[in-house]
C-alpha cells in the first residue's frame, strides 16, 4: 500500500520560500509511469494543482505558477520536494502530495493526509 | 474562479437521489475525461469517478458519472448521512495544458 506524507514549515513569512517535502512509502517514486504531484486547497477553497515530477526526473507546473515553483526529487531518500518561492498571504493553505497515474487525466490515486502552511509575519 | 464550475451546494434526504452537475468547455470536459472526488470533513480527497463513469474498487455502484458535451454530473443514489462532504470535479484542460478541478460542491444529508 503506498503511503504519501508531507512534511514542512507550518509558518512562512511573505517574501519567503514555502518548502515541503513528501515522503513515499510502499512503492519507489523512480519506478512506474507516475507523476508525483503537489496540490494545494486555500481555506475553504477548492483544489489547485501545483505540478509534478514524473518518475522520469521531468517537471512540469501549473502555468499560473510556473515562475514561482520548482519541484525535485531524492530518489534515495523516497522523496520528492516543493519550492514556492516570494509566497503572501494568498499561498496560505493545505497542501497535499499525491499520486497520479495518467497523463492528462487527473488520476490522483493515492494522497498524503494534507499540510496547512500559513504565510503571515 | 475555477475553470469549472460546480453548484457551492447540495442537499437531501437520507434515501434520495442527488446529483452534481460540473460545467466546462470544449478544452476541457469536451475533449477529455472528468474525475470527481469525494472530500470527506479534514481529510484528502478520495477517488470516486474516474474516466467519466467508472467506480474504482470499493467505490459503491450508489455513485455515478456521466458526461455529455461539455458538462458533466455525478448522481448520489440511496443517499446517506456518511455521503455528506464535498465533491470536485477534475479534468485535464488542453488551452492551460493542466489539470483543472472544480470550485467543489457541499453536499449535506438533511
Known amino acids: 500500500q503506498v503511503q504519501l506524507q508531507e512534511s514542512g514549515p507550518g509558518l512562512v513569512k511573505p517574501s519567503q520560500t514555502l518548502s515541503l517535502t513528501c515522503t513515499v512509502s510502499?512503492?519507489?517514486?523512480?519506478?512506474?509511469?507516475?507523476?508525483w504531484s503537489w496540490i494545494r486547497q486555500h481555506p475553504g477553497k477548492g483544489l489547485e494543482w501545483i505540478g509534478y515530477i514524473y518518475y522520469s526526473g521531468s517537471t512540469y507546473y501549473n502555468p499560473s505558477l510556473k515562475n514561482l515553483v520548482n519541484i525535485s526529487a531524492d530518489t534515495s531518500k523516497n522523496q520528492f520536494s516543493l519550492n514556492l518561492s516570494s509566497v503572501t498571504a494568498a499561498d496560505t493553505a493545505v497542501y497535499y502530495c499525491?499520486?497520479?497515474?495518467?497523463?492528462?487525466?487527473?488520476?490522483?490515486?493515492?494522497w498524503g493526509q494534507g499540510t496547512l502552511v500559513t504565510v503571515s509575519s | 474562479q475555477s475553470v469549472l464550475t460546480q453548484p457551492p451546494s447540495a442537499s437531501g434526504t437520507p434515501g434520495q437521489r442527488v446529483t452534481i452537475s460540473c460545467s466546462g468547455s470544449?478544452?476541457?470536459?469536451?475533449?477529455?475525461?472528468v474525475y470527481w472526488y469525494q472530500q470527506l470533513p479534514g481529510t484528502a480527497p478520495k477517488l470516486l469517478i474516474y474516466r467519466n463513469n467508472q467506480r474504482p474498487s470499493g467505490v459503491p455502484d450508489r455513485f455515478s458519472g456521466s458526461k455529455s458535451g461539455t458538462s458533466a454530473s455525478l448522481a448520489i443514489s440511496g443517499l446517506r448521512s456518511e455521503d455528506e462532504a464535498d465533491y470536485y470535479c477534475?479534468?485535464?484542460?488542453?488551452?492551460?495544458?493542466?489539470?483543472?478541478f472544480g470550485g467543489g460542491t457541499k453536499l449535506t444529508v438533511l
Open positions: 510502499g512503492g519507489s517514486i523512480s519506478s512506474g509511469g507516475y507523476y
Open positions: 499525491a499520486r497520479g497515474s495518467l497523463s492528462k487525466e487527473p488520476r490522483f490515486d493515492y
Open positions: 470544449s478544452s476541457n470536459i469536451g475533449s477529455n475525461y
Open positions: 477534475a479534468v485535464w484542460d488542453d488551452s492551460l495544458s493542466g489539470w483543472v
